[in-house]
């Protein structure tokens, strides 16, 4: 069975162009989570999505970040405009009824 | 406010002898305790976790002990291999029913 699938794995762009990170879960699992990874802070999450359904945003840095799930299969992270301090790993995570998240490859973003 | 603290960020040992990473916690309300492994640009993995009601869970090679009065737990790797470095991440689930906390991990250099 294919994990998370996550792309691209190596973004880097400019300061003030917008970033899109795509995002396949594990076929089957409702839950989805975004995170961010930084050497400062760690792991952070960023949103997480329930049936498609955004639950919690609240780990979303500013309004520059806005995530969306169409559907079951896919989501995206987006960030517009993009600034040298969103440098970092982007990881999606799905799970189903249990407490285990799995994680896709991640997403290197450097904004330069 | 760090609810999940792994106050080692590294550690070093021989191949065969035994790895014990450490995780403090501070929030009372988590009832479920999970490690992750991370190799460099990969994902966090799955690897064990325990129940807030049992203080020990063994899985081949790797052990995990929860001290809940002390709220602390350990990851023990019996034999360790140099295929076991990575970071190693402790992560808490409780109070809600979806979030998992992470510590900062802990990167564990094997020596051949």
């Known amino acids: 069975d294919a994990g998370v699938i996550q792309s691209p794995r190596h973004e880097v762009t400019e300061m003030g162009q917008e970033v899109t990170l795509r995002c396949k879960p594990i076929s089957g699992h409702n839950s989805l989570f975004w995170y961010r990874q930084t050497m400062m802070r760690g792991l952070e999450l960023l949103i997480y999505f329930n049936n498609n359904v955004p639950i919690d945003d609240s780990g979303m840095p500013e309004d520059r970040f806005s995530a969306k799930m169409p559907n079951a299969s896919f989501s995206t992270l987006k960030i517009q405009p993009s600034e040298p301090r969103d440098s970092a790993v982007y990881f999606c995570a799905s799970r189903t009824t249990g407490v285990e998240q799995y994680f896709g490859p991640g997403t290197r973003l450097t904004v330069t | 406010d760090q609810q999940v603290k792994q106050n080692s960020p590294s550690l070093s040992v021989q191949e065969g002898r035994i790895s014990i990473l450490n995780c403090d916690y501070t929030n009372s309300m988590f009832d479920y305790f999970l490690w992750y492994k991370k190799y460099p640009a990969e994902g966090p993995t799955f690897l064990i976790s325990?129940?807030?009601?049992?203080d020990k869970n063994e899985d081949g090679r790797f052990t995990v002990f929860l001290n809940k009065s002390a709220k602390h737990l350990s990851l023990h790797i019996v034999p360790s291999q140099p295929g076991d470095s990575a970071v190693y991440f402790c992560?808490?689930?409780?109070?809600?029913?979806?979030?998992?906390?992470f510590g900062k991990g802990t990167l564990l250099t094997v020596n051949p």
């Open positions: 325990i129940s807030s009601i049992k």
């Open positions: 992560a808490a689930f409780g109070g809600s029913n979806y979030k998992l906390t």
